[in-house]
């Protein structure tokens, strides 16, 4: 049983507590953030711990997140938070001027989405709906996700040219 305070704790705000620990330890642990930021080490407990109220300050998250750039997970609680409010994180592509080459994203986009869509009705020939089994069989979130990426990655090379 947990204590009085995690009981508490709402599942957006728990989530927040398991994503920061998930953040101080890619970033090195503990120990080496109170040596590196100028925090005592028992302040990062409190922040990933949710038995303590206190919440890594915002100045914090960018420095923890940054040290722990690259890791699994990562950026841990900017996940959490944009989760929290409904939304999911894809990284921006660095792009150019020139945006590179047009014609082979567009085909990528293309190809994803009717992979996905022959999945899908794969999925419904015999029932008529997707259930859990059907999305782990064909690999459904797999290609939701790489399609919302080629998304992301056309959007960002829309701006890119747009912004000029």
């Known amino acids: ?6 009981q508490a704790l709402e599942p957006a705000d728990l989530a927040l ?15 080496f953030l109170s040596e590196s930021l100028g925090r005592s080490q028992s302040r990062f407990s409190d922040y990933g711990s949710p038995n303590k109220p206190d919440f890594i300050p915002i100045d914090l ?13 990562w950026p841990h609680i900017t996940h959490a938070l ?10 921006l592509p660095e792009t150019g001027a020139s945006s590179g080459d047009w014609l082979a994203h567009v085909s990528a986009i ?11 009705c794969a999925s419904v020939a015999d029932d008529l709906k997707v259930d859990r089994d059907d999305i782990k069989k064909h690999a459904l979130i797999a290609d939701a ?20």
């Open 1 to 6: 049983m947990g204590s009085r305070w995690e």
């Open 17 to 31: 507590k398991l994503a920061t620990k998930d953040a101080i330890r890619g970033a090195g642990g503990q120990e």
């Open 61 to 73: 998250v960018r420095k923890v997140q940054a040290l722990g750039a690259g890791k699994p997970g």
């Open 82 to 91: 944009a989760r929290a409010d409904g939304f999911d994180l894809y990284k």
């Open 110 to 120: 293309s190809q994803e989405t009717a992979e996905i869509t022959t999945k899908i």
């Open 145 to 164: 996700e790489q399609l919302v990426t080629l998304g992301v990655q056309l959007l960002a090379q829309l701006r890119a040219v747009a912004e000029g």
